[in-house]
């Protein structure tokens, strides 16, 4: 351990911080407008059936 | 959330590192990614801990191509095997990226025995949405023919992965799709509505300037054009 602690002096960077680094928080979704989806099943061919947009429900009142 | 200034710099190294790895995957002129770690100084050190992050990866260009491991690369890469040991409370993604490193040294030296294997029951019990985001935080792990408890968890799952991939490109979280795509790349049983070199191909293009992202993806593509350790 003293390397890591050699290393944290120097550095700043801790345990915790490679440790955060390799035990990451699932990114927020962003989701595509409908231009990037249409281009996604363009691209995707044989895979549009899953990779197209969500079917639109429709909406209440 | 917010950054540290430290969290930042080693985020800046880690994609530096991931850099030089994509450009000798593409065969690009840089032979050698990780030897900067080995120097002294606050750089070697940054470049140390980048090492560590990264993983098993820093090293796999020499694996994937087998290109003969530069000595001075190995002695950094186990340098940073040796200066960051997971903590007693460190989470199953942290030792088992431990575990891809001492593996991959053993896999380069194999008198130094296989290191012994932390559990994988958290992935039995993971849905898919979590399955999929473990693996591919430990992407560096799925590898052609490795056989360790975690890609013996992707196997018995292959649906569900793919089912996690498409949601993250639904959400554009690139990273998250290029680790589940290159665990796919190596599945058996993966659905071939999936359309998965299509797929990737996209995630390439709206994520690959993420030297994270492009890594994944080149691994893939070696892997899916036969590429063996």
């Known amino acids: 351990m003293r390397s890591e602690k050699f290393t944290e002096e120097l550095t700043g960077i801790t345990g915790v911080d490679i440790d955060a680094a390799l035990d990451p928080v699932e990114a927020d979704g962003v989701y595509r407008d409908s231009r990037e989806c249409a281009a996604l099943a363009i691209v995707a061919g044989a895979g549009a059936v899953l990779l197209s947009p969500p079917t639109p429900r429709p909406k209440k009142g | ?229």
């Open chain 2, 1 to 229: 959330m917010e950054q540290s200034g430290t969290s930042t710099r080693l985020q800046a190294a880690v994609q530096d590192l991931a850099s030089g790895v994509v450009s000798v995957l593409r065969g690009g002129d840089h032979t050698r990614v990780v030897l900067t770690a080995g120097t002294e100084g606050e750089a070697g050190d940054l470049a140390l801990a980048a090492v560590r992050v990264l993983g098993a990866d820093a090293m796999l260009p020499g694996l994937l191509l087998a290109i003969p491991p530069d000595p001075a690369e190995v002695a950094a890469f186990r340098k940073a095997v040796e200066a960051y040991p997971p903590r007693a409370d460190a989470a199953p993604t942290v030792r088992w990226s431990h575990w891809g490193m001492a593996r991959t040294l053993q896999r380069i030296d194999p008198s130094s025995g296989p290191p012994d294997e932390p559990g994988a029951g958290w992935l039995d019990e993971a849905g898919w949405q979590s399955l999929t985001h473990q693996l591919a935080v430990l992407a560096p792990l799925a590898l052609p023919g490795e056989d360790c408890a975690v890609s013996r968890a992707a196997v018995l799952r292959p649906v569900d992965v793919a089912r996690g991939f498409v949601r993250a490109v639904r959400r554009r979280d690139w990273r998250q799709a290029a680790g589940a795509g290159r665990w796919l790349t190596l599945l058996p049983g993966v659905p071939d509505t999936l359309g998965l070199e299509s797929g990737l191909n996209f995630v390439e293009l709206m994520g690959g300037q993420d030297p994270q992202v492009a890594l994944h993806v080149q691994a893939a593509r070696l892997m899916r054009t036969g590429a063996r350790l």
